[in-house]
């Protein structure tokens, strides 16, 4: 690949940013690191722009499939930054990096938010495959259906798929993907309280009462109630 240098070059900023400050420092070692990783991934940005779709997604997947959750982030936030137009046919692409590499939690929100909700959102013809996730034998995936879903919600789309998503997490087992169902219906809240009051009762006998006063008690005020818009 012609930008295979690139790729190294990056690894090595990345591997000299991460050995600067100990692990023990904590929250603020992880802030720092963040913030070395945004200065990369905005420094290497400046190259291609302009670049022609194809290789920008060859590129982006030379750094995801790295496995290293600092070379995810970067080509994530290329994959949000950059304008390119986003096709129908992206969908192929996007799928399969999504079950073939990512790996870790934080990766997997940003990917479903930034890469993957904004795709929806302009192509919703989508949203069964993004349904089928919940079905997928990998947590990850199960975990950015209800992510993408939590991007479209914030913007006031797509109810019935929001809450069908939610209806096939509701008993999964894994605790990152039960994480992501009570996050999705807290944003549901703040958009349609009535309905998400009402799904919670029904499904009360499933979800234990501190989660119900958890997702019942997002901050919904001078918002519209569109709980009747579905």
Partial sequence: MAYDYLVHQIKEEILRETKKEPISEGLYHQQHKQSAIYQIAVKYEQKFIGLDKRTLFSLCESLLSE????????????????????????????????ENHIR???????????????????????????????FSPRWQMRRMAAVTMIYCIRRKRYFRATFETAN??????????????????????????KSVSNYVEIHASEIPEFLQLEILTADSSHREDLSDAF
């Fill in 67 to 98: 496995g290293s959750v600092e070379m995810q982030q970067i080509a994530v936030h290329w994959l949000q930054s950059l304008k390119f137009d986003r096709e129908p046919v992206d969908f192929v692409d996007f799928q399969m990096w999504a």
């Fill in 104 to 134: 870790s939690k934080t990766v997997c929100d940003d990917y479903a938010l930034f890469v993957i909700g904004d795709f929806i959102v302009q192509n919703p013809m989508f949203l069964p495959d993004i349904i089928k996730w919940t």
């Fill in 168 to 193: 096939f997490l509701r008993t999964d087992e894994r605790c990152e993907v039960q994480e992501a169902f009570r996050w999705l219906l807290r944003e549901a809240y703040k958009v349609c309280p």
